[in-house]
């Protein structure tokens, strides 16, 4: 059984910065051999895409939203099978419940909250 487990999420002011992880356990697969993946969600919108880092195949090449370019960064510790976001800068905006993924799959973390307000 594939779980991902993210990290409390939490509140910040504008301009602030959090840091969420999620860890893979119980997966079949390798996961340096699985690109990993963040989303989000907020209230009345539809899931979107944040970022992507790469499998160890292609070189962990992280990817990003235009919404977060420049403020938010993915990482992952293979040997802690651990995909890292640290978000900086944060907007109000960013208010959203976060989730990973592993790659296309249906493997998803429960969610965290993370709220941006003064």
């Known amino acids: 059984q594939v779980q991902l487990v993210e990290s409390r999420g939490g509140l910040a002011q504008p301009g602030g910065s959090l840091r969420l992880s999620c860890v893979v356990s119980?997966?079949?697969?390798?996961?340096?051999?699985?690109?990993m993946g963040w989303y989000r969600q907020a209230p009345g919108k539809q899931r979107e895409w944040v970022a992507e880092i790469a499998e160890i195949a292609r070189f962990g090449i992280a990817t990003y939203a235009d919404s977060v370019k420049g403020r938010f960064t993915i990482s992952r510790d293979n040997t802690k099978r651990t995909v890292y976001l640290q978000m900086n800068s944060l907007k109000p905006d960013d208010t959203a419940v976060y989730y990973c993924r592993m790659g296309r799959t249906d493997y998803w973390g429960q969610g965290t909250q993370v709220t941006v307000s003064s």
């Open positions: 119980g997966s079949i697969f390798s996961f340096s051999n699985n690109a």
